[in-house]
């Protein structure tokens, strides 16, 4: 079955940046749509940003403009480059993967099959 293991978290300032890895194995890179949520303690797991099954990418608003995401098939690898980081960025970042992503459910969690363990990011 799919794998997938993050990489990258740390702790920043505001106004800081930051790329996450997300390693994918038992599946290409390029067939599965992938998304990143984060989860702060006491809050449910937010839609980040994602891979559609149609190739295009999406965001939540709060993001739009200060993440990108980008995917290097040769290392089976999708990134999420994050620039001017916020407080409220902080969080523990998931990547996961599912077999059909459109833009009615990339942001929900129960559309995706494979969860990684996720990498700890602090913005203060």
């Known amino acids: 079955h799919v794998q997938l293991v993050e990489s990258g978290g740390g702790s920043v300032q505001a106004g800081g940046s930051l790329t996450l890895s997300c390693v994918v194995s038992g599946e290409s890179v390029n067939r599965y749509c992938i998304g990143w949520f984060r989860q702060v303690p006491g809050k449910e797991r937010e839609g980040v940003a994602g891979?559609?099954?149609?190739?295009?990418?999406r965001y939540i608003d709060s993001v739009r403009g200060r993440f990108t995401l980008s995917r290097d098939s040769a290392k089976n690898t999708l990134y999420l480059q994050m620039n001017s980081l916020k407080p409220e960025d902080t969080g523990m970042y998931y990547c996961a993967s599912a077999a059909w992503l459109t833009g009615g459910n990339w942001y929900r969690s129960g559309a995706y099959n494979y969860w990684g363990q996720g990498t700890q990011v602090t913005v203060s």
């Open positions: 891979v559609l099954s149609d190739g295009s990418l």
